[in-house]
């Protein structure tokens, strides 16, 4: 079993920042692929950004140029999402995702609230 906890979403007023961090711990796969995901009011779930096991990253176009998603040097299995130049549009809540490639066996955080005021 892999657990997911999440933190650091709140209330911000537009132009601001906010940083995520997602810890994943448990029978965790080392080459996994660990993102973020969105859903806003009366939305669906979105793809905001994904680490692979390369490092590589992949951003969704709303957030390229103000997001970054990242991995902890000292623990793999924890990443952040640094949010900057937020947009009231940003609001929603922000998931945690893993995913190991191999077994396409996929786990979900809790959910986090982020709120961007105009």
């Known amino acids: 079993q892999v657990q997911l906890v999440e933190s650091g979403g709140g209330l911000v007023q537009q132009g601001g920042s906010l940083r995520l961090s997602c810890a994943a711990s448990g029978n965790i796969f080392s080459l996994n692929i660990m993102g973020w995901y969105r859903q806003g009011p009366g939305k669906q779930r979105d793809v905001v950004a994904s680490i692979f096991p390369t490092a590589n990253t992949k951003y969704a176009d709303s957030v390229k140029g103000r997001f970054t998603i990242s991995r902890d040097s000292a623990n793999k299995n924890t990443i952040y999402l640094q949010m900057n130049s937020l947009k009231p549009e940003d609001t929603a809540v922000y998931y945690c995702?893993?995913?190991?490639?191999?077994?396409?066996?996929?786990?979900w955080g809790q959910g986090t609230q982020v709120t961007v005021s105009s």
């Open positions: 995702r893993y995913e190991n490639p191999y077994t396409g066996i996929t786990v």
